[in-house]
């Protein structure tokens, strides 16, 4: 996700900075992004002047020093509350005062991370949705205590980027989380109940509801141990069973089969996350 927002943000004609923890995960985000931009240029979707332009924007470093001179900042760790609340804390420590700090937490409480620091009226969710360079999408998250001026500030950066800000208060999952969630889990129990294959039912929902991809293959992408994560803090956030993760996803993600990021979840894909062939097989 880090990845895709630097990329989208870059392009956009913002300079971007990637902070990284080690020198080799700088190198390979950097890389990551590079190969996407081919990947784009190969299919006509960008110019070779666009793909310069934007890489020139973008900056990969691990000195957490240029926290200083940052304009905006964009958390986008996994989803571990403590990671978050130290990241929170040197953002607070380094950043000036009247930076805006936001988190693209999913699932987490955003008013327990802004909590953190000593501006919780300036911390506010910037949930993009996967794959984030291609949908224009960001849930713009009200923590307890996030200004006005903080979310205007926000949806009039998020206009100048031509990309659709939708307000939301503060509830596990937001919207598109939560409701996405529901649908990925109900696709599953509708392949363990053997009611259509799993190809099947990722047709009948891109063709009756013009989705750009059935649940299955959404899942197979964002990384089942990802959903399963989600899926499991909304069944503990709301204590109800409609989250309860399905069993099937359990045993693939304990099975190591994570969808796009190894290669096998549901669908097979290539080093590019290109499908290869059908659904695999499922006893």
């Not at 804390?89 to 699932?107: F, H, I, K, Y």
């Not at 327990?112 to 949908?135: C, M, N, S, W, Y």
């Not at 109900?186 to 649940?215: N, W």
């Amino acid at each position: 996700m880090g990845q895709g927002i630097a990329e989208l943000l870059s392009s956009k004609g913002l300079e971007t900075t990637l902070l990284e923890q080690t020198n080799e995960l700088a190198q390979q985000a950097y890389h990551h992004i590079e190969m996407s931009l081919d990947k784009k240029l190969s299919k006509w979707g960008i110019t070779a002047a666009e793909k310069k332009s934007t890489l020139s924007r973008l900056h990969a470093t691990i000195d957490r020093e240029v926290l200083r001179d940052a304009d905006f900042v964009i958390e986008s760790v996994y989803e571990d509350l403590e990671a978050k609340k130290q990241i929170f804390d040197l953002c607070d420590q380094l950043c000036r005062q009247e930076v805006v700090l936001a988190s693209n937490t999913s699932t987490l409480s955003l008013t327990e991370i802004a909590a953190t620091t000593r501006r919780p009226d300036k911390v506010i969710g910037l949930h993009f949705v996967h794959p984030v360079p291609r949908i224009p999408l960001v849930e713009v998250v009200r923590g307890l205590k996030t200004s006005q001026q903080t979310v205007d500030t926000v949806i009039s950066l998020l206009s100048e980027l031509e990309l659709e800000g939708v307000e939301v208060y503060e509830s596990p999952g937001f919207v598109t989380t939560r409701l996405i969630i529901l649908l990925i889990n109900e696709a599953l129990y509708t392949l363990m109940e053997g009611v259509a294959s799993a190809e099947d039912i990722d047709r009948a929902m891109k063709i009756g509801y013009q989705f750009h991809a059935g649940p299955l293959e959404m899942a197979d992408r964002f990384g089942l141990d990802s959903v399963l994560a989600a899926s499991e803090r909304l069944f503990r956030e709301f204590g109800d069973t409609k989250f309860r993760p399905a069993s099937l996803l359990k045993k693939m993600v304990r099975a190591g089969h994570l969808g796009v990021k190894t290669g096998e979840g549901f669908f097979r894909y290539d080093e590019d996350g290109d499908r290869i062939d059908n659904e695999v097989g499922r006893s």
